[in-house]
């Protein structure tokens, strides 16, 4: 299975910038899925971008303009840049990685972003 560490998450005022890493513990290259989702609290997780096989990327309408998912395949990484935050992207974000479509994912454990008013 692969680990996910996820890290660069904190505390920022609205209209702020952050930048999440997600560094998985083998090659990234050709996994068919692979990028961010989060969960507020009491909602469900829900998809905030992420890389399908083939080089395209899926973002949740809530982060279009505002978000932008990339990838280092050298560092078995993958960011995601957050400019204009608002009070509702406060969540846990969490990284998740589908190798194949015939295997399971992995998540990570996780990283607090908070956005003050």
């Known amino acids: 299975q692969v680990q996910l560490v996820e890290s660069g998450g904190g505390m920022v005022q609205a209209g702020g910038s952050l930048r999440l890493s997600c560094a998985a513990s083998?090659?990234?290259?050709?996994?068919?899925?692979m990028g961010w989702y989060r969960q507020a609290p009491g909602k469900l997780r829900e998809l905030v971008a992420v890389?399908?096989?083939?080089?395209?990327?899926n973002y949740a309408d809530s982060v279009k303009g505002r978000f932008t998912i990339s990838r280092d395949n050298a560092k078995n990484t993958v960011y995601l840049q957050m400019n204009s935050l608002k009070p509702e992207d406060t969540a846990v974000y969490y990284c998740?990685?589908?190798?194949?479509?015939?295997?399971?994912?992995?998540w990570g454990q996780g990283t607090q972003v908070t956005v003050s008013s």
């Open positions: 890389f399908i096989s083939g080089g395209l990327t």
């Open positions: 998740y990685c589908l190798p194949t479509l015939r295997g399971g994912g992995s």
């Open positions: 083998r090659s990234i290259g050709s996994f068919d899925r």
